[in-house]
T-cell receptor
Framework: DGGITQSPKYLFRKEGQNVTLSCEQNLNHDAMYWYRQDPGQGLRLIYY???????QKGDIAEGYSVSREKKESFPLTVTSAQKNPTAFYLC???????????FGSGTRLTVV | QKEVEQNSGPLSVPEGAIASLNCTYS??????FFWYRQYSGKSPELIMFIYSNGDKEDGRFTAQLNKASQYVSLLIRDSQPSDSATYLCAVKGNGNKLVFGAGTILRVKS
């Protein structure tokens, strides 16, 4: 079945540690996105990529980094510069110029 | 002013009633509009999209769009307890990025 796979489902980060969230899709979609969701604040865009080897900052990119070396993969690294990383992270993809996104099941990141 | 605004709720309706969810947006150039349903702890799933002024019906769901008023709504007829969730309004302008509202919590009481 086609879809988007995010891993891990739960992730715990120590202070000062970088962690990487995985996002893989087999939908042959051109565009991929990372959103962060905090309670009561909806989804906020971190980074997006509309084509391999190219990506742009979203509204809250500080403290995060991404790469897009393959069409299928768009990993997100939460760096130690992100001071409040505890949140639900959602990866999504869409065909170029599509009308909607398909979401992965999410990764819940907690700082310990 | 937020780009996409929704009443956070919760909106409580009895089983079998019509639930009406509303959303306003600030960018007049917005071209397409989406409603996502999100159950607690889960990822959003697309339930409706609309591009043209007027109504669009799909089963128990009707999306309504009024571009002049910058207003989009979702009606859920014959509401069921399984419809209890957070409903996210999303708007797409130039480019392929969706801007989401904070969501409205819907509770359907049996």
């Amino acid at each position: 079945d086609g879809g988007i796979t995010q891993s891990p489902k739960y992730l715990f980060r120590k202070e000062g540690q970088n962690v990487t969230l995985s996002c893989e899709q087999n939908l042959n979609h051109d565009a991929m996105y990372w959103y962060r969701q905090d309670p009561g604040q909806g989804l906020r865009l971190i980074y997006y990529s509309q084509i391999v080897n190219d990506f742009q900052k979203g509204d809250i990119a500080e403290g995060y980094s991404v790469s897009r070396e393959k069409k299928e993969s768009f990993p997100l690294t939460v760096t130690s510069a992100q001071k409040n990383p505890t949140a639900f992270y959602l990866c999504a993809s869409s065909p170029r110029d599509s009308y909607g996104y398909t979401f992965g099941s999410g990764t819940r990141l907690t700082v310990v | 002013q937020k780009e996409v605004e929704q009443n956070s709720g919760p909106l409580s309706v009895p089983e079998g009633a019509i639930a009406s969810l509303n959303c306003t947006y600030s960018d007049r150039g917005s071209q397409s509009f989406f409603w996502y349903r999100q159950y607690s702890g889960k990822s959003p799933e697309l339930i409706m999209f609309i591009y043209s002024n007027g109504d669009k019906e799909d089963g128990r769901f009707t999306a309504q769009l009024n571009k002049a008023s910058q207003y989009v709504s979702l009606l859920i007829r014959d509401s069921q307890p399984s419809d209890s969730a957070t409903y996210l309004c999303a708007v797409k302008g130039n480019g392929n990025k969706l801007v989401f509202g904070a969501g409205t919590i819907l509770r359907v009481k049996s």
